[in-house]
């Protein structure tokens, strides 16, 4: 590949070394579909047979991530004949989640999307991220006709490389630009070597045929380029419309403009249920356009003639660099890329030609590329919008970025809107920019970003356009779902024929009729966390304990003893984070020593020859008693007994 920065060193040898392999790899590809669609052809009107599965719950494939699942007695419903299975694994009553949704006909299962929501404070502490639970599709993997994935963001891609050895590495179906993006991701986890990925064209309108499904890709408008939605049919002629993240742009700057006849040709395909985004089903009328943005990008870059202008964005919003690299082009200024996920996602947009430029244009962030170059001919490009910790924009504003320090002048421009509960940590990098005397913009001084989500207009143009019999608001909390239902209602949707799900909720379709049934049986879903390399559950003894230290603090004592008669050597040594004043610190330590003491020794003198866990629960209870009702707080204990 040619390395058209010039200054990124060796960050992108994963690229080129991933494109030499290309061709074999496209022919391997190429050569996995075509057996795959004979296969399904000929298995078309036949019900597929259930394959011997294997007892041995562990992995084939081994990544560098855990990726086993908590085990569940968990099956789904048996599913009738003819009928079609919908069920959302992830997505609702979460934001920015870990979107994934199967459908199933007879045996085949087709899985979709497969991301991350990143971790809170209340319920993943200090955690890394939460991912879809599919435990119960273990029993199932087998079945598993293939992965089909809409677009590049985290919250839809994530996850596959902690799910992927799980359910035995099925094939990948996405668009070229979501591909170049994953691989990185998988190419860490050490898994994209045993992973088979089948390039998809979102402008073919023919179906790609994945088990027992038919499934058209629609390339669609969005905030990353290379988005679809997805068609799916089942031999039931029951099909399904999937808008993902959508918005409808007739002026974008890197797409095509929104399609509107071929979203009218859905409906005289025919659609049995729309799923259809409720991300701003909030916001009224119609979202703003990526040319609007870029009008007024224009015209800060032509008039900014004081030291640098520093614009903070997603890096996935390729659009928006383009945007930029237009107009320092048109008013002889430099672009330079601040940001890992900055540099591996532009480089991959230029090699794929989402990105154009002249030679020079853009360069990478560092103190050698800057020589020469007036401040206020300097455009810097960074990630950290959103107040990410390590960011590079978070360690600007801390005077840790090893190529920049924000100094007086220096105007910073957000790019983007806050995330719903990020507020308070983007207000704090921003009152951090002001204090090194930075000009801070934001949306709401100027019109410098939009979402790539629809609003009401564009949402009841989605229903007019498809007409469907049934309607699933999908994403985030049930607040933002209702109103877009009423937004459904409001243009003659039948209450009846909306559907409000929780995660887990199983779906079946009629065949021809369409009439639905919603079980009674939901799928036991829990909350998935990847904590470092390891795997495991929100509500477990790991986040109980972190939950208690946060809250209430940590004790340690430890007793040296007499490994014969256990009588008490030495003094009693205590360690205590967080859980006294300096000014009571002698006092409340003293008084633990004495209680200490006492609790060890009167139950030694009855129970003599106790065991020691016994003997540590009763010194932990009795102190936890005791703490609180002395000092108010409840510690975590941890009592040591060591004989010597």
């Known amino acids: 590949m040619k390395d058209f920065l010039n200054e990124l060193d060796n960050e992108l040898d994963w690229l080129n070394n991933s494109q030499n392999q290309n061709p074999k790899k496209v022919e391997k590809q190429e050569e996995k579909t075509k057996q795959i669609n004979t296969q399904n052809k000929k298995n078309q009107n036949k019900r597929p047979q259930n394959r011997k599965r294997n007892e041995d719950n562990s992995n084939n494939v081994m990544g560098k991530f855990v990726s086993r699942f908590p085990e569940t007695k968990f099956y789904l419903p048996t599913l009738r004949e003819g009928y079609t299975r919908y069920v959302p694994i992830g997505w609702n009553d979460e934001t920015w989640a870990k979107n994934m949704w199967m459908v199933q006909y007879w045996d085949d299962i087709v899985l979709i999307d497969c991301g991350l929501q990143f971790a809170s404070w209340n319920d993943m502490l200090w955690a890394n991220y939460s991912i879809p639970d599919v435990s119960f599709l273990w029993k199932y993997k087998d079945n598993i006709k293939g992965f089909v994935i809409t677009h590049a963001h985290l919250d839809h891609i994530w996850a596959l490389k902690h799910i992927l050895?799980?359910?035995?590495?099925?094939?990948?179906?996405?668009?070229?630009?979501?591909?170049?993006?994953?691989?990185?991701?998988?190419?860490?986890?050490?898994?994209?070597?045993?992973?088979?990925?089948?390039?998809?064209?979102?402008?073919?309108?023919?179906?790609?045929?994945?088990?027992?499904?038919?499934?058209?890709?629609?390339?669609?408008?969005?905030?990353?380029?290379?988005?679809?939605?997805?068609?799916?049919?089942?031999?039931?002629?029951?099909?399904?419309?999937?808008?993902?993240d959508f918005k409808i742009d007739l002026t974008p700057r890197i797409d095509k403009p929104a399609d509107l006849a071929r979203i009218w040709a859905f409906w005289e395909k025919g659609v049995t249920m729309l799923l259809s985004d409720s991300t701003w089903s909030i916001r009224k009328w119609h979202s703003k356009s990526e040319e609007e943005v870029w009008t007024a990008l224009d015209e800060i870059v032509q008039k900014h003639h004081r030291w640098r202008l520093i614009v903070a964005t997603f890096s996935s919003w390729i659009s928006r660099v383009q945007q930029l690299i237009d107009s320092a082009e048109r008013y002889d200024k430099t672009i330079f890329l601040s940001g890992r996920s900055m540099l591996e996602n532009?480089?991959?947009?230029?090699?794929?030609?989402?990105?154009?430029?002249?030679?020079?244009?853009?360069?990478?962030?560092?103190?050698?590329?800057?020589?020469?170059?007036?401040?206020?001919?300097?455009?810097?490009?960074?990630?950290?919008?959103?107040?990410?910790?390590?960011?590079?924009?978070?360690?600007?504003?801390?005077?840790?970025?090893?190529?920049?320090?924000?100094?007086?002048?220096?105007?910073?421009?957000?790019?983007?809107?806050?995330?719903?509960?990020?507020?308070?940590?983007?207000?704090?990098?921003?009152?951090?920019?002001?204090?090194?005397?930075?000009?801070?913009?934001?949306?709401?001084?100027?019109?410098f970003h939009t979402w790539g989500h629809a609003f009401q207009d564009e949402q009841k143009m989605m229903l007019k356009l498809t007409k469907p019999k049934y309607f699933t608001p999908i994403y985030w909390d049930l607040y933002f779902r209702h109103i877009h239902k009423q937004t459904a209602i409001s243009i003659g949707m039948k209450e009846e024929n909306i559907l409000l799900l929780d995660n887990g909720n199983i779906v079946d379709f009629a065949p021809k009729t369409w009439n639905v049934f919603k079980s009674r049986i939901k799928v036991p879903l829990k909350q998935i966390i990847i904590d470092g390399y390891g795997i495991g559950i929100a509500d477990s003894h790991v986040i109980k304990a972190r939950e208690k230290m946060m809250n209430s603090w940590v004790l340690v004592i430890n007793y040296k003893v007499d490994k014969t008669t256990k009588a008490i050597l030495w003094h009693i040594k205590l360690e205590t984070r967080w859980l006294v004043h300096i000014d009571e610190v002698r006092y409340v330590h003293r008084m633990i020593i004495k209680k200490?003491?006492?609790?060890?020794?009167?139950?030694?003198?009855?129970?003599?020859?106790?065991?020691?866990?016994?003997?540590?629960?009763?010194?932990?209870?009795?102190?936890?008693?005791?703490?609180?009702k002395r000092t108010d707080r409840e510690p975590m204990i941890i009592p040591i007994i060591t004989e010597v």
């Open 165 to 244: 050895p799980a359910i035995w590495m099925p094939t990948l179906y996405w668009t070229k630009l979501t591909i170049w993006i994953v691989k990185k991701g998988l190419e860490e986890a050490g898994i994209l070597s045993k992973t088979t990925l089948v390039e998809v064209d979102a402008d073919d309108t023919t179906p790609l045929k994945i088990g027992a499904f038919d499934i058209e890709f629609f390339r669609v408008n969005h905030s990353v380029p290379d988005s679809a939605w997805l068609y799916i049919k089942s031999p039931g002629w029951v099909t399904f419309l999937h808008t993902w």
């Open 596 to 628: 200490a003491k006492e609790v060890y020794e009167n139950t030694i003198k009855d129970v003599p020859d106790m065991e020691e866990k016994d003997l540590l629960k009763i010194i932990r209870t009795d102190l936890e008693q005791f703490l609180l």
């Open 346 to 447: 532009i480089a991959i947009a230029k090699e794929l030609g989402y990105i154009k430029m002249k030679p020079g244009i853009v360069k990478k962030m560092t103190p050698k590329n800057t020589e020469g170059i007036p401040p206020h001919k300097q455009i810097i490009i960074t990630t950290g919008s959103q107040w990410e910790e390590f960011s590079a924009l978070s360690r600007m504003a801390e005077w840790r970025h090893n190529a920049v320090e924000i100094i007086r002048w220096d105007t910073i421009i957000f790019s983007s809107s806050v995330v719903p509960g990020n507020e308070k940590s983007v207000v704090t990098i921003i009152n951090k920019l002001i204090k090194l005397w930075a000009t801070v913009i934001t949306k709401d001084d100027w019109e």
